[in-house]
């Protein structure tokens, strides 16, 4: 199982950033799948999560209306676009399938993540 995180940057307050991950060693089709961030000296957190076939979102409440989760079953792919970008939202942010038969709810691998900064 891997993850392969991509599109974070610097931005500042305000702006916006569509994260990718690129999945591959399961079936991405039968997974929902969940974005987590980690911001330095905090627990990893869920952010967002996304269910098999895309119909059905759920968001933590400080992101709510300012990111979208979704995803392309075709290409194994979830994206995280994120609008109105808060200093808070700095983290390093991961995806992962979410199974609750696993410890967890995760696959046990993660990826390396991708940078969110958001400064002036």
């Known amino acids: 199982v891997q993850f ?3 599109g974070g940057g610097l931005v500042q307050p ?3 950033l569509r994260l990718s991950c690129v999945t591959s060693g399961f ?3 039968n997974y929902a799948m969940s974005w987590y961030r980690q911001a330095p000296g905090k627990e990893r957190e ?3 999560r996304i269910i098999s ?3 059905r ?3 933590h409440d ?3 209306g300012r990111f ?3 995803r392309d079953n075709g290409k194994k792919t979830v994206y995280l676009q994120m609008n109105n970008l808060k200093t808070e939202d700095t983290a390093v942010y991961y995806c992962n399938l979410y199974d609750p038969a696993r410890v967890g709810n995760t696959a046990t691998s993660w990826g390396q993540g991708t940078q969110v900064t958001v400064s002036s």
């Open 4 to 6: 392969v995180e991509s």
């Open 14 to 16: 305000g702006g916006s």
């Open 27 to 29: 079936i991405f089709s």
């Open 46 to 48: 869920l952010v967002a």
């Open 53 to 55: 076939n895309g119909y």
């Open 57 to 59: 979102k759920s968001y």
């Open 62 to 64: 400080s992101v709510q």
């Open 68 to 70: 979208t989760i979704s």
